[in-house]
């Protein structure tokens, strides 16, 4: 409920002097322009802006090929003036592992699959390792990094992610997982999107494919909607987020 309150702006007050959020979602596509440009990210052929127009309505435009439509059936729930919408490829890069079953090897370089973290902590018990020309083959198209998310696709425990800090980072590959990278490296930006995805699990659990082994697809993710709040509102519903976890705990114990 109360991240629920967070991602509607209901948690922490607006301030009509805070910088809104569609000058920050512009820095990060300079920013994700200029690592196209350099060719360390490919361009996203479904790079879109959402902006709500004078009739009050939400519309799309997708920059490759300047098409505008509708999305009012998407929006899920009204946000705060200075907030904006947004695709999450558009706010963080979304990449995922191999999809491969390499060679395993007794020891070596560990490789992360959904089962190997649950609860925000990392779980070693099940872990299979592979060798170094694997992990830099792997780690082309996922190196994980500190300030990443790791975020759980398939099987039993969809949605269940980690964030990768300095006390928990370690040399990885990933598989069957998705990996959101930000654009702009900001310690907010990323404890926020942290938040908001802590808030969709069920929704997204919900959109999952196939019977036994459920799983999520990574355009879907990709194309998620989510609220965009100005970074000092981000800032304040971290903060608020801190100073009540105490009692969150005890309550999800009681």
């Given at each position: 409920?109360?991240?629920?309150?967070?991602?509607?702006?209901?948690?922490?007050?607006?301030?009509?002097?805070?910088?809104?959020?569609?000058?920050?979602?512009?820095?990060?596509?300079?920013?994700?322009?200029r690592l196209i440009k350099e060719k360390k990210i490919k361009r996203d052929k479904n790079a879109s802006i959402i902006y709500r127009g004078e009739d009050n309505s939400y519309y799309e435009k997708f920059l490759a090929t300047g098409e505008?439509?509708?999305?009012?059936?998407?929006?899920?729930?009204?946000?705060?003036?200075?907030?904006?919408?947004?695709?999450?490829?558009?706010y963080s890069d979304v990449r995922d592992g191999t999809h491969d079953s390499p060679q395993y090897v007794f020891s070596g370089y560990p490789l992360i699959t959904s089962k190997d973290f649950i609860g925000g902590k990392f779980?070693?018990?099940?872990?299979?390792?592979?060798?170094?020309?694997?992990?830099?083959?792997i780690n082309k198209r996922s190196n994980v990094q500190i300030g990443d998310i790791l975020f759980s696709m398939i099987g039993g425990n969809i949605g269940?992610?980690?964030?990768?800090?300095?006390?928990?980072?370690?040399?990885?590959?990933?598989?069957?997982?998705a990996l959101f990278k930000q654009y702009i490296y900001n310690d907010i930006i990323i404890k926020y999107l942290y938040f908001y995805l802590q808030s969709q699990v069920v929704n997204i659990r919900n959109t999952a494919f196939g019977g036994a082994q459920s799983f999520v697809p990574l355009n879907m993710l990709r194309n998620y909607l989510m609220p965009i709040p100005p970074l000092n509102e981000q800032?304040?519903?971290i903060e608020k987020f801190k100073s009540i976890d105490f009692v969150i705990q005890q309550y999800e114990k009681a």
């Open positions: 409920s109360i991240l629920q309150w967070a991602i509607q702006g209901k948690l922490v007050p607006q301030d009509p002097n805070d910088e809104p959020a569609s000058v920050l979602l512009e820095k990060i596509r300079q920013e994700k322009e505008v439509k509708c999305i009012d059936e998407e929006i899920p729930f009204e946000i705060p003036q200075g907030w904006e919408w947004c695709r999450l490829n558009n779980d070693f018990s099940k872990t299979k390792y592979i060798d170094e020309n694997t992990f830099v083959e269940s992610m980690i964030l990768i800090t300095k006390e928990n980072y370690f040399d990885m590959a990933i598989k069957n997982v800032k304040k519903i």
